[in-house]
């Protein structure tokens, strides 16, 4: 029986493809003085942002912190120490060491994009 795709990967593969299709938009209609083509990639932008503050990010958060503290507890139950024949300590060390660049896009939207703002209407909930 195939297992199905984690909901995180999902999530994380939606929110690629929405930054790209973002990047994309924003190459293409960069000066077209087109008010339909900008109001379309506000909203663009909007649903990115939203897709990384209500769904990608926390989901991140709580699968790291959720098999770091399964890991501390039992290794076993989430990653048995026969894998070490195939996997090599340098990969998985690698593999294990690189969820800081999955935070690297919110870093890098807030220092290298100093044009983006936050949202204005979040007083009114």
């Not at 897709?51 to 699968?63: D, I, Q, Y």
Request: net charge neutral.
């Amino acid at each position: 029986m195939k297992s199905p795709l984690p909901l995180e990967q999902v999530i994380q593969a939606v929110f690629f493809g929405i930054c790209v299709l973002t990047d994309l938009s924003t190459l293409l209609t960069r000066d077209s003085g087109n008010q339909e083509q900008e109001r379309q990639l506000r909203k663009l932008i909007s649903l990115r942002d939203w897709t990384l503050a209500v769904l990608a990010f926390p989901v991140g958060v709580f699968v790291v912190a959720v098999f770091w503290t399964i890991y501390a507890y039992d290794r076993e139950m989430i990653y048995p120490k026969m894998l070490d024949n195939f996997i090599p300590g340098w990969l998985n060390h690698g593999m294990a060491k690189a969820w800081p660049l999955a935070f690297s896009p919110t870093i890098l939207s807030v220092t290298v994009d100093p044009s983006h703002k936050s949202p204005q209407n979040c007083s009114k909930y």
